[in-house]
């Protein structure tokens, strides 16, 4: 309970500092709009020129991409630790946050956030809503519980993959760009892993699993039943990859010396 | 002119004692070309050609223009933003020398660096790894390069004028990444222009922006031929011309309502 009113105070400080500057914020969410449909045109761009991409179609790959875009406005929204290392490690900031009294990932995560991203999952109901009334698919009463299910696991696989990244700056403090590295390998899981070689494919399955960020979930609302058994494991990973995350997280924390002022 | 020169050699330096943080940028950028590289596969299928490129000429231009964006691309719109914010400017102002001008040699400094340390061995590693074809014929190589140096231009010029625009609107971090993803998408990176529907092509002749990546990647891919080369450079040449307009009278009017935020 504490830990929801601490989130409730966190958000609206930040509300208040993003409201000064507001014609930056209309900017800002134009611009990820923005970004968010250069995908989509290079999708509809490209099927111009074919009709099928390996026995997907093309109303398929933009379903597959409006479905991605939830987890990944959630993940955007409350995972930035991809400057983990310099902000909080370098600069000292990590032993401000553990002379509080709540998680210091708790605290990170509501410190770095940025609302205004949740706008994503907007931009992606309408793009599947419209994929999905092209594909003539049907809603069952099941399905909004199955879609909640299956963006809870996709943001989680994604903030996994990432906290466990952040937290490899315990060990060394040395810097690192894996972590931009990682946004775009995880901008793989937006397409059919099928167009991909075994190798990536596997890649993207067992160990960096973008795939159930986008296609496997996905294939379920697609009714796609060749790929169910990977729809039902997204959940599954989900889970054990925030587990594992937070698990290396706390071990890290343990492992903390401080970098020294 | 020595001063700017010396400008563009102390970035150069200065890039060179980071250099660790380039093979980890060559890694990313053969990811993405990795990326699409499979997509075109892909759309490709069991076809020949599309819009008259072939798909290993499709490849060397998805490879050809990421390596090429390592030479154009620079943070000079976010430098110029941040020197304004923290009222570092005004001092720049006074300074015996055209602001802008130097902040292009830093700009170029960092282009030369990267196109040396960074798109060179990257092409070497992507050449390794996918089907690329190189042109063999010296005056490709010589136009590309011409080319390649007009798209520094207008891309600079762009984002000079983003970064002016921070005067006007003082808070400028939503402009500046707008601009970028007009750009990934507009100059031809991601999508060669051709492949467009015609209306959309219309419209992109109106535009600078084709002007950065889709004419030197068509001519080093040979995707352009004959007298399509030469409009293309003097198509690149018309908007380096042009664009000096606007950034000169958009910094002229920036001087004279100059607001420096605290410092």
């Known amino acids: ?261 | 002119m020595s001063m700017y020169l010396e400008m563009l050699r102390i970035r150069f330096l200065m890039m060179l004692a980071y250099r660790t943080n380039y093979y980890s940028g060559i890694l990313i950028y053969s990811i993405n070309i990795g990326a699409y590289y499979f997509l075109w596969q892909a759309i490709y299928g069991g076809q020949e050609s599309i819009q008259d490129l072939s798909i290993v000429q499709m490849t060397t231009y998805v490879a050809i223009a990421w390596m090429a964006r390592a030479f154009y691309f620079n943070n000079i719109d976010r430098e110029i933003a941040q020197e304004i914010q923290e009222g570092k400017v005004a001092v720049e102002m006074i300074r015996p020398y055209n602001y802008l001008g130097m902040k292009t040699m830093q700009g170029l400094g960092e282009g030369l660096f990267r196109l040396l340390f960074f798109s060179v061995p990257g092409m070497v590693i992507v050449w390794l790894v996918f089907p690329i074809s190189f042109s063999n014929d010296l005056s490709i190589w010589g136009l590309f390069f011409i080319s390649l140096v007009f798209s520094f231009i207008v891309n600079t010029q762009i984002n000079l004028i983003t970064g002016i625009l921070t005067f006007f609107l003082l808070y400028n971090t939503g402009l500046i990444r707008a601009k970028r993803v007009v750009i990934d998408l507009f100059s031809g990176l991601l999508l060669p222009i051709s492949f467009y529907p015609m209306w959309a092509q219309d419209i992109m002749t109106f535009l600078p922006f084709q002007a950065i990546s889709y004419i030197p990647s068509m001519i080093f891919t040979e995707g352009f031929t004959g007298s399509e080369v030469y409009s293309a450079l003097l198509l690149q040449l018309m908007w380096s011309v042009i664009l000096f307009i606007p950034i000169t009278l958009l910094w002229m009017s920036a001087r004279r309502r100059l607001i420096v935020q605290g410092g």
């Open chain 1, 1 to 261: 309970m504490f830990y929801v009113s601490i989130f409730f105070q966190y958000a609206s400080q930040y509300m208040k500092t993003r409201l000064q500057y507001r014609s930056d914020l209309v900017v800002e969410l134009f611009s990820d709009l923005l970004f968010q449909a250069v995908n989509l045109i290079f999708i509809l761009v490209v099927f111009g020129h074919t009709t099928l991409l390996s026995g997907w179609s093309r109303e398929e790959i933009i379903f597959i991409y409006g479905f991605f875009l939830v987890p990944y406005a959630i993940f955007s929204s409350f995972f930035n630790i991809w400057d983990f290392n310099d902000r909080y490690i370098v600069k000292g900031e990590m032993d401000r946050v553990l002379t509080r009294p709540i998680h210091s990932l708790f605290q990170i995560i509501i410190e770095r956030m940025e609302l205004e991203s949740m706008f994503g999952v907007i931009t992606g109901l309408a793009i599947m809503f419209y994929a999905g009334s092209q594909l003539g698919l049907t809603l069952s009463w099941y399905d909004p519980f199955m879609f909640l299910l299956m963006v809870a696991g996709g943001s989680l696989i994604y903030a996994g993959i990432f906290i466990i990244l952040a937290s490899i700056s315990f060990w060394s403090d040395s810097r690192t760009d894996i972590m931009p590295m990682m946004y775009n390998i995880g901008n793989y899981g937006r397409y059919p892993v099928d167009i991909y070689n075994q190798v990536i494919r596997y890649v993207l399955t067992w160990i960096l699993p973008f795939a159930f960020v986008g296609v496997y979930p996905a294939a379920f609302f697609l009714g796609r039943d060749e790929w169910y058994f990977y729809a039902f494991l997204t959940p599954v990973m989900g889970l054990i990859f925030i587990s594992i995350s937070v698990f290396a997280w706390n071990e890290g924390v343990k492992r903390y010396r401080g970098a020294g002022n």
